[in-house]
């Protein structure tokens, strides 16, 4: 038995077959026999059938599955002892190539911190996250309806590929805002529209001043707060 517990990037052989033996009573290895490698979870692909050589030795390459994570294998002879043998390996994300919101940001009050905080996948060609990514990602309005100013971090270092933006807020009241992300090298991507409603009233101010009025009479121009 051997290749078992690798790791390779996804969609990518391991580097090293699934190897195992057939052996005799005496410990010989047996020529010609057929063992079945299966593929259980995964989604990778497998040599299915492959006979033994003159040492009794079976073994078939493993091209591991798009998605990240464990992909795991059998290999089998009907009827002998010690079958079937499982293989398990781990595929690992490819390289980042495009950004993905993975938290959208709700109704928030303005110049509140957006809620839930706006959250930033970089992902691979497959649509994994990209673990290994640690660049910048930089946050910016799309569509601005109301004339808004974004303030807050709105560039993040990625951690295992996530970008998460808990400190950004918006000053103005208005729907439909969107938000682009975007790093170097990686396509970008944008919110869904939301909507920023008005802050909790902080003070008071006049609206209309009063002018000089004569005693006793109604201030003019009325005051309005």
């Known amino acids: 038995l051997a290749g078992n517990v690798q790791s390779g990037t996804v969609d ?6 699934l190897t195992v033996r057939v052996t005799a009573v005496d410990g010989l290895g047996v020529l010609g026999v057929k063992v079945r490698f299966t593929v259980v979870s995964g989604g990778g692909k497998v040599d299915t059938l492959v006979v033994t050589d003159t040492a009794g030795i079976a073994a078939a390459q493993l091209r591991l599955g798009t998605a990240a ?5 059998r290999a089998a002879v009907a009827g002998l002892t ?10 690992l994300p490819g390289a980042a190539k495009s950004l993905a919101v993975t938290a959208q940001p ?6 509140s911190p957006l809620a839930p905080a706006v959250q930033v996948a970089a992902r691979d060609t497959f649509g994994n996250v990209a673990t290994a990514f640690t660049g910048t990602v930089t946050l910016a309005i799309g569509t601005n309806p109301a004339s808004g ?4 971090t709105t560039a993040v270092a990625a951690v295992a590929g996530i970008a998460s933006f808990g400190a950004v807020s918006l000053d103005r009241p208005g729907t439909g805002y969107t938000l682009t992300a975007s790093a170097t090298g990686l396509a970008g991507t944008a919110t869904a529209a939301f909507a920023v409603v008005p802050g909790a009233p902080a003070r008071l101010g006049f609206g209309v001043q009063p002018g000089t009025s004569v005693a006793g009479a109604p201030l003019a121009p009325a005051a309005r707060v």
């Not at 100013?149 to 807050?152: E, P, Q, V």
């Open 12 to 17: 990518a052989p391991l580097a090293q077959p």
């Open 106 to 111: 709700g109704t928030t009050p303005a110049g």
């Open 82 to 91: 010690g079958s079937p043998v499982t293989f398990v390996a781990t595929a």
């Open 149 to 152: 100013t974004l303030s807050g």
């Open 69 to 73: 994570g464990p992909d795991t294998v």
